[in-house]
């Protein structure tokens, strides 16, 4: 039952105000009379704590350790890059000890189930360890509803632009996927803009991506799921890509993506008329190296290919995969063309190129493979004797159509694997070369820390001694000694070596891209996500624009505080 003075309706709100309460004046005036109590600090500890970083259990953006592991092509080695400098300049730190980061960025590789075994185990591990996670790559792009990435933030391969926001909303506790496709005016873009920062994992060498995705539909290929059709960066973004690399003192550029030579069939140019517009701004003593390309979108640009390969700051090599030398097999895989046309190619250009080195792939044991399918792809690689043979076992992709076809008994596979291998290491491809006089380019340090990795004018791998002088220059070398995979080169003792006509190359783990332009928030590319962004010129901290997932969130805040100001004027007229 209600009580009695709940009986009286209320005409106005002042009617629950009394002239016996006191008006909200006349608590104003009475503040002067209250003593605030004054609490002593330790003033010491205070400035101790003040200089010292927020607590691990922070979640304040841009302090955090950051640990990043890619797993597969050149492109996605690209991306890495780019997503490392852009949290770099935020002001994470990218760290090489896995069990010191907060963070871990798991990049990852659709092509084969061995590496998203590898991927879906760190993801394993990074749980284990409690450490926040996020994914990008091929495999949550293609398959972002799999049961080991629920829950997990993921960021699309055309999304690394936007690798600030979900690092940062994921230290915060939530879970993010931006898995969107760039576009402008619908016609779908080759992913974020090329000048952003990044940090090359060799300062000599600059990964450019001239486009995404292909134009072939590949039934065992699991990569078109997460890269789509094809998607070119425009020529004058490509060239600016290269003069800010040589600028940084790069005196190396990849040029990568999942089939360079279909580049520009969809915004109307093609890869010679590209190649013809680097090669004018390569300097003297840097070199261009080539990506992969299927033997369909080259045929027609032979005469021009034969032309730039033999440019002199072009190496003459050319990755062409040839997948099987069977036509029946090659059906079955929708390759679109024939083995005829793989030898027109490399013919050709071997003819036009001398001593062109061609880097191919063959998979073992395609739905379908017959032994006699198997001994005609033996038989091309002891014709041509490819020094650089990529041998794949086939692993069934979920998802592709190559999955729901019979399978060749593992066992098998697995043989004709070993028998191809065999075939391979048979020849050796480099004794010829011993006693030859070379110029090669020094880049990098070999994996057992031993010799300094050059290439000569065919992309073929130089050991030479480990002098500093070497690293990023030109030196002319006799050629004394030959293995599987590489040569052995003694400088000539009165060659000069020669330095590429460039600047100084940033330090390792410095941050590229940070142009002036960048940091004036003046950077833009064409239609591609202008990122507006400025400097602290005292801390060189880079202050990013705020995140766009935050944007929203800030304008109904903004509403929110309004309404609240609103009422709290009209309760303050109401009391006076």
Same mark, same amino acid.
Request: charged fraction near 25%.
């Given at each position: ?259 360079? !030579? &279909?580049?520009? %069939?969809?915004?109307? /140019? *093609?890869? @010679?008329?590209? $190649?013809?517009? +680097?090669? =004018?701004?390569?300097?003297? !003593? &840097?070199?261009? %190296?080539?990506?992969? /390309? *299927?033997? @369909?979108?080259? $045929?027609?640009? +032979?005469? =021009? ?7 002199? %700051? ?263």
């Amino acid at each position: 039952m209600p009580s009695a003075s709940c009986d009286t309706l209320l005409g106005d709100i002042e009617d629950i105000v009394s002239h016996e309460d006191s008006k909200p004046q006349d608590r104003h005036f009475v503040r002067k009379d209250v003593v605030p109590k004054v609490r002593r600090r330790n003033t010491q500890k205070y400035l101790q704590e003040e200089e010292n970083s927020p607590p691990s259990d922070s979640t304040i953006p841009g302090i955090q350790k950051i640990w990043i592991r890619t797993w597969g092509c050149s492109h996605n080695n690209s991306d890495g890059e780019y997503m490392a400098g852009q949290l770099a300049a935020y002001g994470y730190k990218i760290t090489e000890n896995a069990s010191d980061a907060d963070l871990w960025l798991l990049n990852s590789c659709t092509v084969k189930n061995p590496a998203e075994d590898h991927f879906r185990n760190s993801i394993k591990k990074a749980q284990e360890e409690n450490k926040k996670i996020v994914l990008a790559g091929c495999v949550p792009q293609a398959q972002p509803r799999q049961d080991y990435l629920k829950g997990l933030s993921i960021i699309g391969v055309q999304q690394i632009d936007r690798v600030v926001e979900v690092v940062e909303e994921t230290i915060k506790g939530h879970s993010v996927r931006l898995l969107g496709q760039k576009k402008d005016n619908g016609r779908r873009l080759g992913g974020a803009r090329l000048d952003l920062p990044k940090i090359r994992k060799n300062p000599l060498i600059e990964i450019i991506s001239i486009n995404t995705g292909c134009l072939n539909a590949c039934t065992y290929c699991k990569t078109k799921h997460a890269r789509g059709n094809l998607a070119s960066y425009p020529i004058d973004e490509l060239v600016d890509r290269a003069k800010q690399s040589f600028q940084e003192g790069v005196c190396e550029i990849w040029l990568t993506s999942e089939d360079t !030579g &279909a580049y520009g %069939r969809d915004i109307g /140019t *093609n890869l @010679p008329t590209l $190649l013809w517009k +680097l090669v =004018e701004v390569i300097p003297e !003593g &840097a070199m261009l %190296r080539l990506g992969m /390309t *299927n033997p @369909p979108y080259i $045929l027609e640009h +032979l005469e =021009e290919m034969a032309k730039i390969l033999n440019h002199p %700051r072009v190496y003459a090599f050319l990755h062409i995969p040839v997948q099987s030398a069977s036509d029946s097999v090659l059906m079955e895989m929708k390759r679109e063309y024939c083995v005829a046309d793989f030898k027109r190619v490399v013919d050709f250009l071997k003819e036009k190129v001398p001593g062109l080195t061609i880097a191919t792939d063959i998979i073992c044991g395609f739905p379908g493979e017959t032994d006699q399918d198997f001994q005609e792809t033996v038989k091309l690689v002891e014709e041509y004797k490819f020094p650089s043979l990529f041998i794949n076992q086939f692993y069934p992709r979920p998802g592709t159509p190559a999955a729901k076809m019979e399978q060749v008994p593992a066992q098998v596979k697995k043989q004709r694997t070993k028998d191809l291998s065999r075939v391979f290491h048979s020849y050796s491809p480099y004794n010829h070369k011993i006693g030859e006089r070379q110029q090669v380019l020094v880049t990098e340090e070999s994996f057992d820390s031993k010799f300094y990795v050059a290439h000569n004018r065919f992309y073929e791998q130089v050991l030479v001694p480990k002098n500093p002088a070497f690293m990023g220059k030109m030196v002319e070398v006799d050629i004394c000694e030959s293995g599987k995979h590489f040569m052995k080169g003694q400088p000539v003792s009165d060659a000069k070596v020669y330095t590429p006509s460039i600047s100084k190359p940033l330090a390792k783990g410095e941050v590229s891209g940070l142009t002036k332009d960048f940091r004036n928030g003046l950077g833009s590319s064409g239609s591609h996500t202008s990122a507006a962004s400025q400097c602290d010129s005292a801390s060189s901290r880079m202050v990013l624009p705020m995140p766009r997932l935050h944007q929203d969130c800030a304008l109904r805040m903004s509403v929110g505080l309004a309404l609240l100001a609103l009422l709290f004027a009209f309760f303050v007229k109401v009391y006076n």
